[in-house]
């Protein structure tokens, strides 16, 4: 959809009060192909690629709340592919190449920014341990260089690299490809790609249980009346494990809170994400000129969504140890919300015991980044019933033949160490 300048300026003096919904409102239909339960970007995702990739339409996308209200518009914008393990590289890799041309796919700005992932090294054994990491992400195609203090120094200006912090800096990992995606606009980009195509987004819906005869599923139930359907995906971030519960299955997560907050904005003076990893804090600046700060999960089990004020004062104090300017800035707001992490804090994808339903779950940190590769990958389990490469390694019953993904990067949880 095409806006003039008139119309632009007739949309901000009503107070925006007549731009049109992303997404019309819909009352569902007695059946569909698939039902996808969640919509944020995963669920969005899959809906999207079924329809771009497989010409599968009549697929309903069930949203408790609103379109870009849930865990896909409260991350911290991250995309990046640094990791070592086959299984974890690949599909963030794939879904890296995915987001450079996304934008233009849905024709949506989706702010997407290659600006570089820096990874901090703070001692010569991990420095070794992120040269092991980049040769194994260039013989898998992607770019790594490994930094020096020196080169350091000038890739990021500003960062505390004197033997005074709390973790002298002894280099970094540097992932130019990596960068930042405007997230709630990636919900309503495919959110407006899928509806324009027939696929039904039905917001305010969520599912109250599962009809299961013979060990098939044969539909959902919501408060909108039952939905019959031949396939259905479980796709809600944090609920994971209570709406599977609907359907009698026991799934290995626990919901972590995550929270990050955001500066006053300044004029520009960080063009890259910096993770420090021994401070387990992340820092990047926005467009607007804010800092997006993040760290550690809350390290207990909640799906409050509130946060907490003492691991909200860890990070700040491990971001101005980093950049010590940060200091003179004032926070804006926070925010929270709730990850589903398994044992070895890697995701869930696939077949669950039950014919018909698929689950895609436990992504805790590395949701975001993977959205339009996971969307592209349960797309084609769900049109073929071919179980994708991609998405093989990451069965649930790995748990039980101990194929455990254990992989340093998937982002910082003490707790599992």
């Not at 632009?8 to 059946?31: C, D, K, Q, T, Y």
């Not at 969640?38 to 599968?56: E, F, K, P, S």
Request: charged letters at 15%.
């Amino acid at each position: 959809m095409r806006y003039s300048g008139i119309t632009l300026a007739m949309n901000a003096l009503s107070g925006n009060r007549r731009w049109p919904p992303i997404v019309a409102p819909v009352s569902p239909r007695p059946s569909y192909d698939i039902v996808i339960i969640g919509g944020g970007g995963h669920g969005l995702a899959t809906a999207h690629y079924l329809v771009a990739n497989h010409g599968i339409c009549n697929v309903a996308v069930l949203e408790a709340g609103w379109i870009g209200g849930g865990n896909t518009a409260r991350n911290t914008t991250i995309v990046r592919s640094d990791y070592l393990l086959p299984a974890s590289f690949a599909l963030k890799n794939f879904a890296l190449k995915l987001w450079a041309d996304l934008a233009q796919d849905l024709n949506f700005n989706l702010m997407y920014s290659p600006r570089g992932y820096v990874d901090l090294a703070h001692s010569d054994g991990e420095l070794e341990h992120f040269t092991l990491r980049a040769n194994a992400m260039r013989l898998g195609g992607a770019d790594a260089t490994v930094l020096t203090p020196g080169a350091l120094a000038e890739r990021v200006p500003g960062l505390n690299l004197g033997a005074s912090g709390r973790y002298p800096i002894a280099g970094a990992l540097l992932q130019e490809a990596g960068g930042v995606v405007r997230h709630d606009a990636v919900a309503w980009g495919f959110a407006r790609k899928v509806a324009a195509a027939g696929v039904h987004v039905i917001q305010n819906c969520p599912v109250t249980g599962f009809d299961i005869q013979g060990g098939r599923l044969t539909g959902v139930r919501t408060p909108l009346g039952d939905i019959a359907c031949g396939q259905a995906m479980v796709s809600v971030a944090g609920q994971s494990a209570r709406v599977a519960g609907l359907a009698g299955l026991e799934l290995p997560l626990l919901p972590i809170n995550v929270q990050a907050c955001v500066t006053e904005p300044v004029k520009p003076a960080l063009d890259c994400v910096v993770n420090y990893n021994a401070g387990l804090c992340y820092v990047s600046q926005t467009a607007k000129g804010e800092f997006v700060l993040g760290g550690a999960t809350d390290g207990y089990v909640s799906q409050a969504r509130r946060g907490s004020f003492a691991r909200l004062e860890d990070v700040l104090a491990r971001a101005v140890q980093i950049f010590p300017y940060l200091s003179r800035l004032r926070l804006m707001r926070h925010w929270s919300g709730t990850a589903d992490i398994p044992m070895d804090g890697n995701a869930i994808m696939g077949l669950a015991p039950i014919e018909g339903l698929l689950i895609n779950a436990g992504w805790g940190y590395a949701g975001f980044k993977a959205t339009p590769a996971v969307g592209w990958a349960m797309a084609e389990h769900l049109a073929t019933g071919h179980l994708p490469d991609l998405v093989a390694p990451f069965a649930l019953d790995r748990f039980a033949t101990g194929a455990l993904i254990d992989d340093a990067g998937i982002g910082p949880y003490p707790w599992l160490h």
